[in-house]
Nanobody, 128 residues
Framework: QVQLVESGGGLVQAGGSLRLNCTNS????????MGWFRQAPGKEREFVAA????????YYTDSAKGRFTIFRDGAKNTVYLRINGLKPEDTAVYYC?????????????????????WGQGTQVTVSS
């Protein structure tokens, strides 16, 4: 089965940076693209960024533009999320998600329902 594993989270001071990693350590599949979501305590899981594999087109929520960068290493089947200038409001569990090629559309989805596989999440805590 597909097994997405996130890493790279942790406790960081405001203004710092982190790189989150997500690797599929299970069954390989034809990938349309992958995305990152986050869920803060007491809030809904929200879209952060996504990348479509075939052209590496990227998508960001408005609040992520400028500080968040999604990129990948195809050889390692890994997608990354670089976060600069961390703020306390970035504190959340960050999840990566993948969408199968069979269900690929013109754009990458920005809702949870648009993805087929999910990781368990990695905690990011930003202290002020």
């Amino acid at each position: 089965q597909v097994q997405l594993v996130e890493s790279g989270g942790g406790l960081v001071q405001a203004g710092g940076s982190l790189r989150l990693n997500c690797t599929n350590s299970g069954r390989t599949f034809s990938t349309c693209g992958m995305g990152w979501f986050r869920q803060a305590p007491g809030k809904e899981r929200e879209f952060v960024a996504a990348m479509r594999w075939r052209d590496e087109r990227t998508y960001y929520t408005d609040s992520a533009k400028g500080r968040f960068t999604i990129f990948r290493d195809g050889a390692k089947n890994t997608v990354y999320l670089r976060i600069n200038g961390l703020k306390p409001e970035d504190t959340a569990v960050y999840y990566c998600a993948a969408k199968e090629e069979f269900f690929c559309r013109a754009t990458m989805p920005t809702t949870r329902e648009g993805y087929d596989f999910w990781g368990q999440g990695t905690q990011v805590t930003v202290s002020s």
